[in-house]
């Protein structure tokens, strides 16, 4: 499940991220489907999109389930920030109709730290630790039910070249200072780094407790413009490949397959739409920042081998 959003000027906007876990009949459960920050009035068959439109799938409960719908959250933040400089943030939580609300008390959290927004919805924020950083927003806990949502904000020590500041120009006649960092994009090894979070290496699953949720987090000198994912499958010497396309298996050739896209951000989540079968799984991840760099294949963090039984 993933959002395509519609960039605003200088500024860094939601990427709504979801694990969901039923607590009721998993059999009352469905899709809703939101387009442009509102409750899609026809089904995603349907619909019309346009360049730049907002989708959004989440899981909702029917009439048998007790309890109000939950709706998405929104956070805007400033696209880049300086290290351990204040700025602002800002979080809405949508209706049905599209109308935002400031939402009061909803928690904003990033690796080190965390605060709740007030009655209108503000909060202020910083960093201590330079580089691209997860935002992630969840819904006050006696407020009405939310989307838990997620952005990246680039935070960069001054003038260091990263995030669109110019580094300071070196004359010929200076030396630089030895182990200076580069100032020019990076392009060296390990530039941009993708993992899986939840799927084991190795593990071997039944068939009840087998993966559908896909997640995983990219971390890169500078920001990330794609995250993507290919699955292969082989079983008593029959192969498939996951087609990101039309959401399914299709026979394939042993050992290929293709990536599809998944996320624009620092971190991506793929649901898939049926339990998996019995056989051997290979799940290769990629990435790629706005250098241009791309995630190498290695076997326990861009490639994850694991069973269904």
């Known amino acids: 499940m993933r959002v395509k959003g519609r ?3 200088a500024r860094s906007r939601t990427r709504p991220a979801e694990t969901h876990t039923y607590t009721e009949n998993v059999l009352s459960y469905f899709w809703s489907f939101w387009l442009n920050d509102a409750e899609a009035p026809v089904g995603a068959c349907a619909a019309q999109f346009e360049q730049g439109d907002r989708v959004l799938f989440f899981p909702v ?7 109000a719908e939950p709706t998405p959250l929104e956070i805007e933040v400033p696209a880049a920030a ?3 400089e204040a700025v602002s943030a800002s979080v809405k939580q949508y209706s049905k109709k599209g109308e935002p609300s400031p939402a009061a008390r909803a928690t904003i959290a990033w690796p080190g730290g965390s605060t709740r ?4 919805g503000h909060a202020t924020v910083s960093f201590g630790v330079a580089g691209v950083t997860e935002v992630r927003v969840t819904g006050a806990e006696a407020g009405p039910p939310a989307v838990r949502t997620e952005t990246s904000i680039c935070v960069h020590d001054g003038n260091d070249g990263t995030c669109g ?7 010929s006649n200076t030396p630089k200072p030895p182990g200076e960092l580069a100032k020019a994009p990076y392009r060296g090894p390990f530039a941009v780094i993708s993992r899986m979070t939840d799927v084991i290496d190795g593990h071997v699953y039944s068939r009840r407790s087998a993966p559908r949720l896909l997640d995983g987090k990219v971390i890169a000198h500078t920001g990330v413009t794609s995250a993507s994912l290919e699955l292969r499958r082989s079983y008593r010497g029959r192969c498939w490949a996951f087609d990101g396309v039309v959401a399914e298996f299709r026979r394939a050739r042993c050992g290929h397959g293709s990536f599809f896209v998944v996320a624009h951000g ?5 649901l898939l739409p049926a339990a998996l079968g019995p056989g051997r799984y290979v799940l290769d991840s990629e990435a790629t920042d706005s250098a241009g760099n791309h995630t190498r294949l290695a076997r326990g963090t861009t490639r994850i081998v694991f069973y269904v039984r």
């Open 61 to 67: 409960c029917d009439e048998l389930c007790s309890g």
């Open 117 to 120: 927004t007030d009655p209108q």
């Open 266 to 270: 620092a971190s991506f989540s793929y």
């Open 165 to 171: 500041t110019q580094a300071p120009a070196q004359t």
């Open 7 to 9: 960039a605003r000027s």
């Open 82 to 84: 300086n290290l351990n």
